[in-house]
């Protein structure tokens, strides 16, 4: 089955976004604005790849380039700065019958790497997909290597209290009993994305763990995106920042992105808990389908994500490359 892959032209980057608003797989992380943003920040050539069945569109696949002491590597998404999702995104083939959409799909892919094996010769390829990529076969059958990823999601397609009474007993407690008057959860804008950047800044550090990721680029991201939005929620006491986590909305979904780390503040109070709900609160007044907890894969974590009572969803990371690439990559931070 023939499939026309290309770099995108001028008249296929200004369709680009509604492009991604049409797919399973589109997250904000696929719009052009976001794209061009993480090429931006991650020091990488952006390949916007794009396939056509005829006129029609199959499917998009932004490829990031990054030369390192002479050596092409590609990721979708670039590494350090903690996109959660990238990787293909299809387009037109719900209607197609299994075999014919399966032959679709791979004929897209196979163009697609065969774009990047004849014009960039990568020595080592890094793709982590959105969470509506069910089927890794058409990378593995192009030398990636798949593992699976996990993730949690909040159905919020319930009203209020249906929702709370799924959580476990301790989370509606914690909602429950929370004295109102005490703090403020609010949505911000980019004095407090500065804020919650710094805290996780910091906790990362005290753990020994390197965090790359520049405010810029998040201040950036919450400036220039269209179709979705970084919203920035703070828990806030007696006016003093407490905690809080920045969320990425697209679609019928918002989700975790950076922050509910441990505060360091000497309070009696469930930070997380609340911001958490305070975001879920904001998903059902606006009529979303889910909360992407973002990650399921951390056991310690995992315990306080699940007394949300939240559904499992699958994902993929795919690797390229000799065994010496993959251990010079692994030696990166946010790679895998």
């Avoid at 911001?275 to 606006?286: T, Y």
Wanted: with cysteine; hydrophobic share 35%.
């Amino acid at each position: 089955m023939s499939v026309d892959v290309r770099l995108a032209t001028d008249d296929d980057l200004e369709r680009w976004n509604r492009y991604v608003e049409r797919s399973p797989q589109g997250r904000l992380w696929h719009e052009l604005e976001a794209l061009e943003a993480q090429a931006d920040y991650a020091d990488a050539t952006l390949h916007p790849l794009i396939g056509f069945k005829g006129q029609e569109a199959v499917g998009l696949f932004p490829v990031f380039e990054i030369d390192k002491r002479f050596v092409t590597t590609v990721f979708s998404p670039p590494p350090h700065l903690r996109v959660p999702y990238l990787g293909p995104a299809f387009l037109n083939m719900g209607k197609l019958k299994q075999r014919k959409r399966e032959r679709r799909r791979l004929a897209f892919v196979d163009d697609c790497m065969e774009w990047v094996r004849s014009e960039l010769n990568p020595k080592y390829g890094h793709v982590r997909t959105a969470t509506g990529f069910t089927d890794a076969r058409p990378l593995e059958w192009n030398e990636y290597d798949a593992s699976p990823e996990y993730t949690y999601v909040v159905d919020l397609t319930r009203d209020r209290e249906d929702l709370l009474l799924s959580f476990s007993s301790d989370a509606r407690s914690n909602v429950r009993n929370a004295d109102e008057d005490v703090f403020e959860v609010t949505a911000g804008g980019p004095e407090e994305i500065e804020l919650i950047m710094a805290q996780v800044r910091n906790r990362y550090e005290s753990q020994g763990i390197d965090f790359r990721v520049p405010d810029e680029f998040v201040l950036d991201l919450h400036e220039r995106v269209t179709g979705g939005a970084i919203r920035p929620y703070t828990l806030r006491v007696d006016g003093e920042f407490v905690g809080g986590i920045l969320a990425v909305e697209y679609g019928d979904t918002t989700g975790r992105w950076l922050g509910g780390v441990r505060t360091d503040a000497e309070l009696d109070l469930p930070t997380n808990d609340l911001l958490d709900w305070a975001i879920m609160e904001d998903g059902l007044e606006r009529g979303l389908a889910g909360y992407d907890l973002v990650g399921a894969d951390n056991r310690r974590i995992n315990r306080y994500k699940a007394k949300f009572n939240p559904e499992l969803r699958t994902y993929y990371s795919l690797e390229y490359g000799s065994w010496g690439m993959r251990q010079a990559a692994s030696l990166y931070d946010s790679v895998k």
